[in-house]
């Protein structure tokens, strides 16, 4: 950039660069291209590199030699899928899973709702949905810590108003209080991928089916699900994937007793500075959320997941 | 509320069942009742968005700030204390600065991505759109964790307040991409070729007829990149160092203490930050659209 | 790239180095953003060489927070420590001209090293791990030897830990560590509930040790650190505690895993944090913890009146947190003179009020109340001679050792 030419003839050397095709391509693609490419591409590559490296435990540099260890280190049980990092895994799909389920389930009948009402109620209740969704996920993470716990307010308030004796087991810390905090963490993103969808839909043929005698039940399976499905598989991706990854969530409302796949990643990076190990484990997490996708894109482009 | 729904729902189920009546009217009251407890439904799930956000609220304002019960009287003390901190305002003030300098980076970055993906036809176009969306898909740990490590072992840069920009540039970049790109799809194009006929060069073109109506969309998706990065912990967590202030970081450390009688405080006061930027933001433009465009279909389609 | 702004940039910040590290990050962030916009746009390649200078620019940054010193203005010290050290930063940037301090808080000795190891050392000036670490920054050549002048107050410690010192933070003739705060690890127990009983492990390990139902209502500590010692007690392992590190062998490892993940159905959780702790004592989420004495001092002195708090016959483990300064730090003097202000006897007594736990400075006693000092500020390290200090593990075994920790806590 030339410092200090006169302001016209720099537009007019941008002009001239933006009439031609790649000049005005690489002006626009450039950046963003560059910024993936350095950000993006240059360190999960690099990451796939150190998963087959090992890293010195006295100085913490790498070795450069080229080993198989941190994914034997993996497996390394009998049977292969008891190793801690298995056992994370296996724990994290599970919980994911739940979490989705619970998402689709709870945020169908709302959606339904939203892309039936307009006006006023409509407003109302988007407003509602949305504040949570821009509050910081860390603050409605901490919301739940108030509220579970043998002391939380769910249980004091039972104990308090007589419902119970001592505290409630569901409500302690643990697995159950991670899927709520997680439901309600990610709900939000299910309900506006199917509003968003079932906003498209046309109501008058499901009015039609109706008509010609379908029961509901036909008329939610043969045309609801079938015309949402987009909107259903692209909100189960935006709640699975990050539920898989989660940290927050589990450290908060886990009381350290249950550890997922992102924990054990940052434990082994924060406390051990093991990235080796914590590279390949990514890989294992990496390649399945891939995975996913790819067998949700068969069903949905990314144009359906946004954009155009 | 849940015993109204309990009862509703069980009057759904036996509703056909009632023996010999007549259809239509059986029609309109099944629609009635399954209507209802649609929206009991709804009141529901409102009410489980709500509930802990309304109790950590009104803790904010309790003496006892970790439960309900005892209840020991309200104050203000906790919100004396949370303003009065140096610590929070130092950390708030270092994330305000993160997130609008990673706002616009990717704002820039994103709107030049958009007129590429919307105007040009190129070779690996469609790889270059699924590269663009994909730091938003990564799991945030492991892009922390991938970048830290690339950083500091590959690039000898430590972390610091550059590397937690650089990578909340990137992961704002696929919110600002969605939604100009939508936006643009739907921009008539004919508008700029008469301004380009009537002699205008292309900047004058983009600054006088296209920026003002795509404006808006690169304002929303200038602040989702903002409210990515403003409420981003785990990518910050591994990219931030000693000098670096981080209001999430700042907030992790308390709740793991939970022992700070502000912290409710200071995340009611983002609850209620939130909800008068979003009221204002809902009464200028279309706020819905853009988020359900974001995270699916383009309503605008 | 010719992306000059940035160099620009730093050039700028050094030359005045009055302004707020603030306002000279928003400075070079917005004139970073301002060159990357201006220059990114000429460019397919060339990335990793942008994101070396850009890397720069983050040394620059902190220098300017670390170093700046030089040209006379402020010197910022960057700590890494407990929590409760906060409590004495007013006083030592009150003390120490143009001295100010930069306190990063955290909960493990074990994240204190790994952070300096790879590579976070040159950020830091101060750390104050752990005994048990302390080994391990000498070994990695971490730390840099005590600047006897500017630590007047060394000589005024305890005895015993001028002996400590010597005796595992000597290498070469030199001393490394400074030890400023010092307690040990038992277990804490609600009367109300818990009958009275002899002093073990066995009542985290086993269901009918009292006559008391605990199933659910115990806390372990979520550190390796702290929780495989006591379960090393309570299985016996005294003989390998007793060198100069944790020496247990494979098979030893396995059934501490294995006792720790029969435990584990009957915890109510494990905590790190002593506030966290104490909390959910309070709140009676718990009956019996693996405890501080301090937390336990911290509730008596609240009015809980109902904790009890023991040693184990099988033994505890003591601390002693001791402060060590970076060779890579630019300020080692003035780092010195910080850790000595750490003995300080008003530095002290208010780290002593904030953390329930005495000073290795006796002189400390003197500012605090006799109430204070009965219950934590005046405690005789010779209550330190039947206990094992806290021991690094032995290297052979440490990828066992975090396994183990990892199976426990995944199982």
Partial sequence: MAVGDPEETNRAAVVRLLSTRYGSLGITTGPALLWIAALLLAPLTFMVVVSFLEVSPISYEIIYEPTLANYEGLFDATPWWDTPFFTALWLSYGIATVTTLLCLTLAFPLAYLLARRGGRTFKIIIFLVLLPFFTMYLVRAYSWVLMFGPGGVINSTLIGVGLTDGPIELFNYGIPAIVVGLTHAYFPYMLLTLYASLDGLDFSLIEAARDLGASRVDVVRDHVVPLTLPGIIGGSLFVFVPSVGAFITPRFLGQGKVQMIGMLIESRVVGTYSIGYASAASMFVLVSIIGAMVVAFRYVTIEDLGGG | MATETGERTEAGETEPDYPGADRLLDHRRVERILRGSLYAVAGLLLAFLWVPLGIMITLSFAQNPVTLFPFEGLTLANYQLALASESMRQSLVGSLTIASVAASIATVLGVLASFALTRYRFKFRELYRTFGIIPMVVPGIILGVALRIYFQSLLDVLPGFTTVVLAHSLYGLPFVILIVTARLYTFDESLEEAARDLGADPITTFRDVTFPVIAPAIGAGFLFAWIRSFEDYIRALFLAGPNTDVLTIWMFSRIKQLDAPELNAVSSLIVFGVAVALAVAMNYGNVTGYVAGTVAEDEEN | ?411
């Fill in chain 3, 1 to 411: 790239m010719p992306c000059n702004e940035d160099r620009q940039a730093e050039s700028t910040s050094s030359g005045t180095s009055g302004i707020g590290r603030r306002a000279y990050i928003t400075g070079a962030g917005a004139t970073g953003f301002i060159a990357l916009a201006g220059c990114a746009g000429g460019s397919g390649g060339g990335g990793e060489e942008g994101e070396m200078t850009e890397g720069e620019m983050t040394e620059g940054e902190m220098t300017e927070g670390g170093s700046s010193g030089d040209s006379g203005g402020t010197t910022t010290i960057n700590v890494i420590t407990w929590e409760e050290y906060a409590e004495m930063q007013e006083n030592i940037e009150s003390t120490l001209d143009g001295v100010e301090l930069n306190i990063t808080p955290s909960t493990s000795s074990t994240e204190m090293f790994a952070q300096w190891n790879s590579g976070q050392d040159e950020q830091f000036d101060i750390a104050v791990p752990n005994n048990n670490l302390v080994r391990r920054f000498m070994d990695a050549d971490l730390v840099a030897p005590i600047d006897q002048d500017a630590v007047a107050s060394f000589d005024s410690m305890y005895d015993k830990f001028k002996t400590f010192v010597d005796q595992q933070f000597t290498a070469g003739g030199e001393a490394y560590g400074v030890p400023i705060r010092f307690g040990w690890y038992g277990y804490a127990y609600d009367t109300r509930t818990v009958p009275d009983h002899e002093p073990s492990y066995d009542i985290l390990f086993e269901e009918d040790y009292v006559d008391a139902d605990l199933d659910g209502e115990i806390i372990m500590y979520d550190e390796a650190a702290k929780a495989m010692p006591a379960t090393a007690l309570y299985l016996g392992f005294e003989e390998e505690l007793q060198g100069s590190e944790m020496t247990f062998s494979t098979d030893q490892i396995d059934q501490m895993q294995q006792a720790l993940v029969d435990q584990k159905p009957r915890l109510q959780g494990y905590i790190a944090a002593d506030p966290t702790f104490i909390q959910e004592f309070q709140q009676g989420n718990f009956l019996v913890g693996q405890s501080g004495r301090n937390e336990v001092i911290q509730m008596r002195t609240e009015g809980a009146d109902w904790v009890e708090y023991v040693v184990p016959r099988e033994g505890a483990m003591a601390w002693y947190e001791t402060a060590v300064v970076s060779a890579a730090s630019d300020n080692q003097e003035t780092a010195w003179e910080v850790v000595n202000e750490f003995l300080a006897p008003q530095n002290g007594a208010a780290l002593a009020q904030a953390g329930f736990s005495p000073s290795t400075n006796p002189a400390v006693s003197e500012e605090l109340t006799q109430e204070q000092n009965e219950l934590y500020g005046s405690i005789d390290p010779a209550r330190l001679d039947g206990m094992i200090p806290f021991k690094d593990i032995a290297s052979d075994v440490e990828e066992e050792y975090v396994s183990a920790w990892e199976e426990v806590k995944a199982a």
